[in-house]
C-alpha cells in the first residue's frame, strides 16, 4: 500500500547497546520488546548466559521505546535514540 | 351484546356496485336475525355518508353498526370514530366487499360472497365486548444511532424542541462521511465548513448527549419505553483534560493507515481522526498501541503535559431508556474488490470516488493537490466511470442515486485545478433530479467541456505508465479506447454492516442492499413496522445530503409527535392468556413476532399488551388453546365459519 502524501512519516529509532557480560540469561528484554527486535543468542558470556542479540543483523525495528533497558533487572541493555534532525532542519 | 344492528352497504361509486348488487345485500341482511336497519349509500366515508349513519343511529335506536365497504386498513378508523359519538367503537366493524371481493369476483358469485361476508360480521360483533383503549407512558427522550449529517439533524431538531437525545456513534468523531468530502453540488461549498458548526452545536446543546466512540448492544421494550444498553469504548484519554496539543502523536512510534483518508495518509496509534473531530479529544487505537497491557511503550503518557493519558480505562456499559428510536447509520461503498473487471485493488491509479474526495480536500492526504498516485505527478487525462456496481445485475441492481451529480463535481473541481487536463466521463445515463441539478450539468457539460461518453467500459488494464480504457460509445456505435493517467470509479453506495447488526437488535428488516426496509414506501418512508423507531438518511436507501437531511427532520417530527403526548394509546385487540391452564411450555414466547409473549417469574406466558400488535400467531400456536384474542374469541371465528361454508 501506498501513501500519497509527500513527506512520509519515518517511525523514530534507536540505538541498542547490549552489555553482554551482564547479563543473567533472564529474557524479559526479549520477551517483552514490543517489535520483536531481540533473541537470545548462542554464544557464552563470562557468566555462562546466552545474552540477547538483535534478530536482523541491524537494529532497524527497534524504535526506541526503551523498554527493554526499564525491564532488565541487570542494566544490562540501553538504547541511544537516534532524533530526527534532517528532517526538524530542513522544516 | 348488540341488540339493534345497522348495516350500511357502500357503493364505493362502481368500484363495488358495478359487480355487486348492494340492493340485493341490504335487502337480505334486513332479513338476518339481530339487524334492525339495512341501507346503502354512494359513498359511505364522505361526509354526507357518515352523516346518514349517525342520523339512522339515532332515528332506528341503533347500538352496532356494520360498514360494508372496503378494507377496515382504509376507513376502520373513520367509522369508528363516527360510532364512538353514541356507543363503544368496539360495536362498529367492517365487511371488505371490495378488495375481497367485488375486485376478485364475477357479479353474480360477488353478490352472493358479500351478503355471506356481511353476515359473518354479524356474527362476529355479537360476540364483540366493549373495549377501552390502552393507554402506555412515554419515557420522552430519543436515542439517535449514527452521527453522520443525518443523525446530527435529527438530534439538534429533537433537543431544540426541548427533549433529551443521546446521540450514539461508533467512530472517535461525529461528522460521518460529509465530514470526508471536499466540496458539494450543486453550489460548490466546502462540505466541512457547513458541517462542523452543526457538529460543534451537537456538543455544546445542554439537551444532547453525546456518546462518540460508542455501541449499541442491546434493545428491549417498545414504544415509549425501550431500554437500551450501550457500549462506552475506552479512548484511554481523558476526553476533558485533553487540550488537542498533539505531543502525543509526535511521540508514539506506531504509524499506520488512517480510515478517515482512506487509508491514503498514515496516522499514528493514538490519533485523532480529523483537525476538527467532536469531542475534540485525542484516542488511543487499542489494536494498533503497542501494549496496553501488558503496558510497553508508554511514550505518549510520557509526552503528555496535561496527564490526559490513562491506560487503566475500562469499557462501560450504560443503561438507558428512551422512548423512541432514530436510525442514522448512513453507508459505505460496495466493496472494491469485487469490481474485479475494473482491475481495482491491485492498480494505484483505479481508485474510488470516496478516495478522489479526499484527494480532492484541502486537509486531505495530498493538501487538496490532484496527483497520479503512482507518480505524484499531474494527471493530464482523467476517465470518471459511473455507475461502478450500481444498475449491474452481477452486482447491485438499483441505481445508487447520487453518483451523476458527484462525477459531474469531481469532473469539473479536476478542471478547475487542471484546466489543460481532458476529464471523461462514461455513462449510462444522467440522473439529475434535484432542484438546480440539471442546470449544474449542464455548466459542467458546455462551460467545462468534460467529454461525456454514453456507455459502458468493457474493460481497464495497465499498459506501461498509462491506464487503458476500453468502451463502446453507444451514441456513435464507435470503440474507444483511452489512455488515462487516473481512473475514477463512481462505487455503488450500500448500507453499512453495522447497518444490519442494529436491525437485528431492532427487528427490523434490511433489503439486499443493507438498507433498512420502511413501512411503507411511499407514505410511511421514514418509520419501521414497529411503533416508535425511524430511519434518516442512507441508512434507508443513498440520497444526497439535502434528502438526508430533509429525511431527518420528518424522523425528529415523527418523534416529537410521539412525545406532544403525556400517554400512547393503542389499539386493546390484544391477546389474554389464561394463566391457571397455561403450562408454561413457552411456546408462545418463542413465536411472537413483536416479542410481547413473556414469561413470568411463576414460569407462565404474560401478554404485554403495550407491544401486541394481535397478529394472533401467539393464539393459533398455544398448544393448550389457551390464548385468547379479545374480540376474536374461537366462538365468534366458528360462528363466521359456519354462517359462509
Ligand atoms: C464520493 C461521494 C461524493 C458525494 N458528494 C456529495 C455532494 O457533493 N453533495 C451531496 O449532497 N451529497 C454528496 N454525497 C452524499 C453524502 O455523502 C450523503 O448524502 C451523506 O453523507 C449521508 O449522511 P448520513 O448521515 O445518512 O450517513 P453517514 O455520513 O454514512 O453517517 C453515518 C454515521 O453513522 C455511524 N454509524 C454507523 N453504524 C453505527 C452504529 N452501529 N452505531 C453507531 N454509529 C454508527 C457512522 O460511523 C457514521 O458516522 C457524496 C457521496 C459520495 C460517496
Ligand atoms: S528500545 Fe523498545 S523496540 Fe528497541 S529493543 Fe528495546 S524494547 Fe525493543
Ligand atoms: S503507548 Fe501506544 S499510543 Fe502511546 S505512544 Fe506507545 S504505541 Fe503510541
Ligand atoms: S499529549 Fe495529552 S493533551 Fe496533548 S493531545 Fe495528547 S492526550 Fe491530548
Ligand atoms: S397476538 Fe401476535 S403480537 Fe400479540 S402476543 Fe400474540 S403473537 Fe405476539
Redesign the pocket.
Known amino acids: 500500500m501506498k501513501y500519497w502524501v509527500k513527506k512520509e512519516l519515518k517511525p523514530p529509532h534507536g540505538k541498542v547497546y547490549i552489555i553482554k557480560d551482564r547479563c543473567k540469561g533472564c529474557g524479559f528484554c526479549i520477551e517483552f520488546c514490543p517489535q520483536g527486535v531481540l533473541q537470545e543468542s548462542e554464544e557464552f558470556n563470562a557468566k555462562g548466559y546466552h545474552p540477547p542479540k538483535l534478530v536482523e543483523t541491524d537494529d532497524k525495528k527497534c524504535i526506541g521505546c526503551g523498554f527493554c533497558s526499564l525491564i532488565c533487572p541487570e542494566f544490562a541493555i540501553h538504547i541511544e535514540k537516534e532524533e530526527e534532525e534532517k528532517d526538524e532542519k530542513a522544516d | 351484546m348488540a341488540r339493534r344492528i345497522g348495516v350500511f352497504v357502500c357503493h364505493c361509486g362502481v368500484n363495488i356496485a358495478g359487480v355487486v348488487d348492494v340492493e340485493r345485500v341490504a335487502e337480505e341482511l334486513r332479513k338476518y336475525p339481530g339487524v334492525a336497519f339495512a341501507t346503502t349509500y354512494q359513498y359511505m366515508c364522505s361526509d354526507p355518508g357518515q352523516n346518514l349513519i349517525r342520523q339512522k343511529i339515532e332515528e332506528e335506536n341503533l347500538d352496532a353498526v356494520i360498514i360494508a365497504a372496503c378494507s377496515p386498513a382504509m376507513h376502520e378508523e373513520t367509522f369508528r370514530s363516527v360510532c364512538k359519538e353514541f356507543f363503544n367503537p368496539y360495536r362498529c366493524e367492517m365487511a371488505n366487499i371490495r378488495e375481497q371481493c367485488s375486485w376478485v369476483h364475477d357479479k353474480k358469485e360477488a353478490t352472493e360472497k358479500a351478503i355471506k361476508l356481511v353476515k359473518a360480521t354479524v356474527e362476529k360483533l355479537r360476540g364483540n365486548e366493549d373495549l377501552m383503549p390502552i393507554f402506555v407512558p412515554i419515557e420522552k427522550k430519543c436515542l439517535v ?9 435529527a438530534a439538534l431538531d429533537i433537543a431544540d424542541a426541548g427533549y433529551k437525545v443521546i446521540l ?4 472517535a ?14 453550489t ?1 461549498d466546502c ?1 466541512q465548513c457547513i458541517l462542523t458548526p452543526k457538529m460543534v452545536a451537537v456538543a455544546r446543546h445542554p439537551n444532547i448527549k453525546l456518546m462518540a466512540y ?3 448492544i442491546d434493545i428491549s421494550g417498545y414504544v415509549g419505553n425501550f431500554d437500551v444498553k450501550i457500549l462506552k469504548k475506552p479512548r484511554y484519554v481523558d476526553e476533558d483534560a485533553c487540550t488537542v496539543c498533539g505531543d502525543c502523536e509526535k511521540a508514539c512510534p506506531v504509524i499506520i493507515p488512517n480510515e478517515f483518508d482512506m487509508e491514503k495518509k498514515p496516522r499514528k496509534a493514538i490519533y485523532i481522526p480529523f483537525p476538527q473531530a467532536v469531542p475534540s479529544t485525542y484516542t488511543i487505537d487499542r489494536e494498533a498501541c503497542l501494549g496496553l497491557a501488558p503496558l510497553t511503550c508508554a511514550q505518549c503518557k510520557d509526552a503528555c503535559e496535561a496527564n490526559a493519558i490513562n491506560y487503566d480505562m475500562q469499557p462501560k456499559i450504560v443503561e438507558e431508556r428512551v422512548g423512541a428510536i432514530i436510525v ?6 460496495y466493496d472494491k474488490n469485487k469490481l474485479v473487471e475494473y482491475g481495482y485493488g491491485e492498480d494505484d491509479d483505479i481508485i ?3 478516495e ?2 479526499r484527494m480532492l480536500s484541502a486537509s486531505g492526504p495530498t493538501g487538496g493537490e490532484i496527483i497520479k498516485p503512482s507518480t505524484g505527478k499531474v494527471p493530464k487525462k482523467v476517465v470518471f466511470i459511473q455507475c461502478a456496481g450500481s444498475r449491474d445485475k452481477q452486482h447491485m441492481p438499483y441505481c ?1 442515486s ?2 451523476c ?3 459531474a ?2 469532473a469539473l473541481l479536476y478542471k478547475h485545478h487542471v484546466p489543460d487536463g481532458e476529464a471523461y466521463i462514461f455513462y449510462i445515463d444522467i440522473r439529475a433530479t ?1 432542484k438546480n441539478y440539471e442546470e449544474f450539468i449542464a455548466r459542467v457539460m458546455e462551460e467545462e467541456r468534460i467529454n461525456y461518453i454514453r456507455g459502458k467500459v468493457a474493460k481497464i488494464y495497465r499498459e506501461g505508465d498509462k491506464i487503458v480504457v476500453w468502451g463502446v460509445d453507444t451514441l456513435t456505435g464507435k470503440k474507444v479506447e483511452i489512455k488515462a493517467d487516473l481512473v475514477v470509479l ?2 455503488a ?1 450500500v448500507g ?1 454492516k ?2 444490519k ?2 436491525a437485528k437488535l431492532l427487528k427490523v428488516a434490511v433489503d439486499d442492499g443493507n438498507f433498512l426496509k420502511e413501512s411503507h414506501p411511499k407514505l410511511k418512508p421514514v418509520e419501521a413496522l414497529s411503533r416508535g423507531i425511524y430511519f ?5 436507501s ?7 437531511v430533509a ?2 427532520s420528518a424522523a425528529a417530527s415523527k418523534v416529537l409527535a410521539i412525545f406532544s403526548k403525556d400517554k400512547l394509546e393503542k389499539d386493546p385487540l390484544v391477546a389474554v392468556v389464561d394463566e391457571d391452564r397455561c403450562s408454561g411450555c413457552g411456546v408462545c414466547v418463542s413465536i411472537c413476532p413483536y416479542g410481547a409473549m413473556q414469561r413470568q417469574p411463576n414460569g407462565k406466558a404474560k401478554c404485554i399488551e403495550a407491544l401486541c400488535e394481535g397478529c394472533g400467531t401467539c393464539a393459533a400456536a398455544c398448544p393448550s388453546n389457551n390464548i385468547e384474542m379479545r374480540n376474536y374469541k374461537d366462538e365468534q371465528i366458528e360462528k363466521m365459519i359456519e354462517v359462509i361454508v
Open positions: 444511532i449514527g452521527g453522520g449529517i443525518a443523525g446530527i439533524q450514539v456513534e461508533k467512530e468523531s461525529i461528522g460521518g462521511r460529509m465530514a470526508q468530502l471536499s466540496e458539494t453540488f450543486p460548490l462540505s460508542s455501541e449499541v442514522a447509520t448512513g453507508y459505505d461503498l474510488t470516488s470516496l478522489f474526495e445508487s447520487i453518483c451529480m458527484y462525477t463535481k469531481h434535484g463512481a462505487m453506495i453499512r453495522e447497518t447488526e442494529i434518516a438518511g442512507c441508512a434507508q443513498p440520497k444526497d445530503i439535502p434528502a438526508a429525511q431527518a
